[in-house]
């Protein structure tokens, strides 16, 4: 008995690592997925020289922005009154 299970699982083992129709190197008629041509320099950023800007205009792009009162407030209400009532 314990032969029959030792061989049947001996052959199991052979039939599992033979592979099946797989494409090995040396096959040059295997199916392969097409290429697709990719440039070298995609996604890359120039660095060529540029004039320099205004240092005006680049201190107003980095300073922080003013916040902006709240919408009640803009509309005239005083601080103790409600603002105007959610449409809902």
């Known amino acids: 008995m ?3 299970s030792f061989l049947a699982s001996i052959s199991a083992l052979l039939v599992l690592t033979t592979p099946v ?4 190197p040396d096959d040059p008629g295997a199916p392969a997925p097409p290429a ?3 440039p070298v320099t995609a996604g890359t950023k120039t660095y060529r020289p540029v004039e320099p800007l205004p240092w005006g205009d680049i201190n107003r792009r980095v ?5 902006k009162a709240p919408a009640d407030r803009d509309k005239g209400a005083m601080p103790g009154e409600a603002g105007p009532k959610p449409k809902h």
Not at 21 to 24: E, N, V, Y
Request: hydrophobic share 20%; glycine share 6%; aromatic share 6%.
């Open 63 to 67: 300073t922080p922005q003013p916040k």
């Open 21 to 24: 129709g797989a494409a090995t």
């Open 2 to 4: 314990h032969v029959r």
């Open 36 to 38: 697709r041509y990719s």
